[in-house]
């Protein structure tokens, strides 16, 4: 105390009595005095009962931001299980409706003499929008391929000499007897359509979708 | 870590004298290097070399928050109204529209609003804002209220404004005279934005009489 009735204060940061940040305040106070997930004031100032619902939806106040109710959350979960669960249903009835509908059935696609060894053919099957290939590799074998590149569909040409297949756009090379990448981005083995000889005929029967 | 609830940002504009200290400082800090989040404004250009420091007020109804269309301006539970949040800010500009104390600014080039947040990063462990720590005049002090209670027994803290119909209170204190503050405990902005200075007129009574440079030919 001074004589003007005033306490002069000590403002010495290195002082050893000192309390709290700024010497002044006890160091109990360090924590905030109120309650801090209670912030928020609505600018009309009335109590936050009587604001709209949309005040409480987007709120200001980052605790407020920040909170998940437990029902909230547990509403979250069960809704996100249930449309997984739904989803894996789909699936199956999918994969169920696709074997009852069966394949696409036999299509011609040339006879054995029209092709001699390391010729080619494209052709278009199950459907107009599946461009394949076909590819004569030997005497008695014959190879055939959905033209989609498995890393982004482009068209892919085999190279009979080379025993590949190329994709021109990223250098992706499959092996020309199986299927199977060998080089560049693919990770999976082309679709491969399976073959049916019949008098002398080639054909289409169906085509086996893999995925390793 | 929030800011300590004991320590208070308070402005004196009767003491800012203008320096850019604050300005400067503010201009260093890492967060956002190069552009100053503190605002060194002249009252009345024309008539007065008066300058005021204008720093976030961090408002309890923050309106650039209210108007935010993207919700990317939030307030920490210790009150302080934070930065535009970068991934949600869209730069529209209604927080510069809408602050009435003229504190957000639109970074065009980087598409973000980018404001005084009373130095988060430092406040946060319980030290000053940069400009409170540089100010030479202490036009802008961070401590406690006893403290300013001390420091300045002529003036009151206030933290109440009025902008026509709209009252806000702040977690930043403006120095006000005593007695003033016990007359009327706001500040009616509007009101004062039409006022003019009275007795401020200076009369320069040694030439008052005749034009000294009457006869000077230009």
Same mark, same amino acid.
């Given at each position: ?29 360090? %924590? ?5 997930? +209670? ?26 931001? +920040? ?31 696709? %074997?009852?509908? !069966?394949?696409?059935?036999? &299509? ?30 030997? =005497? +008695? ?5 959905? +033209? ?22 990223? =250098? ?25 000889? #019949?008098? !002398? ?12 | ?11 004196? $504009? ?19 290097? !190069? ?31 209210? &108007? ?18 970068? $991934? ?7 927080? &510069? ?7 957000? =600014?639109?970074?065009?080039? %980087? ?10 990063? #430092? ?5 000053? $804002?940069?400009?409170?720590? &540089? ?7 961070? !401590? ?53 200075? #009275? ?20």
């Amino acid at each position: 105390m001074n004589g003007d009735g005033r306490e002069r204060l000590d403002i010495r940061i290195d002082d050893a009595d000192r309390q709290g940040l700024t010497g002044t305040a006890p160091a109990a106070l360090d %924590r905030p005095l109120r309650d801090v997930e +209670q912030v928020t004031i609505a600018p009309d100032w009335r109590p936050m009962d009587e604001q709209p619902a949309w005040r409480t939806d987007f709120p200001i106040d980052w605790p407020q931001d +920040q909170y998940v109710e437990r029902r909230d959350f547990m509403k979250f979960m069960v809704l996100t299980s249930l449309a997984f669960t739904a989803g894996q249903l789909w699936i199956a009835a999918e994969n169920w409706w696709r %074997r009852q509908r !069966g394949g696409a059935g036999l &299509v011609r696609l040339a006879a054995l003499d029209d092709l001699t060894v390391g010729a080619t053919r494209t052709f278009a099957y199950p459907s107009e929008q599946d461009p394949c290939v076909l590819v004569r590799t030997g =005497e +008695q074998s014959f190879v055939a391929y959905s +033209q989609k590149c498995t890393h982004l569909s482009c068209a892919v040409l085999p190279r009979v000499a080379e025993g590949i297949i190329r994709c021109p756009c990223h =250098e992706g090379l499959f092996d020309l007897a199986s299927g199977r990448p060998v080089a560049g981005p693919p990770r999976r083995p082309l679709s491969r359509v399976l073959l049916e000889f #019949r008098a !002398g005929q080639i054909y289409a029967a169906g085509v086996e979708e893999r995925t390793a | 870590m929030p800011k300590p609830d004991y320590l208070h940002f308070f402005i004196d $504009p009767n003491r800012c004298i203008g320096c850019q200290a604050c300005v400067q400082a503010c201009t260093e800090c890492d967060t956002h290097r !190069g552009e100053s989040m503190i605002h060194l404004e002249f009252l009345d250009r024309a008539e007065s070399v008066q300058t005021v420091p204008v720093v976030c007020m961090h408002c309890e109804q923050p309106t650039c928050a209210e &108007v935010c269309p993207a919700d990317a301006i939030k307030r920490t539970g210790d009150g302080v109204v934070q930065s535009a949040r970068k $991934p949600r800010c869209i730069a529209c500009g209604n927080c &510069v529209m809408a602050c009435p104390f003229g504190v957000p =600014e639109v970074y065009e080039d %980087r598409q973000i609003m980018m404001k005084c947040d009373m130095c988060y990063d #430092r406040t946060s462990v319980g030290r000053k $804002p940069m400009c409170a720590t &540089v100010c030479p005049s202490q036009a802008l002090f961070f !401590g406690t209220r006893e403290q300013i209670e001390q420091l300045r027994p002529m003036s009151t803290p206030l933290n109440r404004f009025q902008f026509g119909r709209q009252t806000i209170s702040t977690r930043v204190f403006m120095m006000m005279p005593a007695e003033l503050v016990t007359r009327q405990p706001y500040l009616d902005v509007t009101a004062a934005m039409d006022e003019r200075p #009275r007795a401020r007129a200076i009369a320069l009574t040694l030439i008052a009489d005749s034009d000294p440079f009457a006869g000077v030919e230009v």
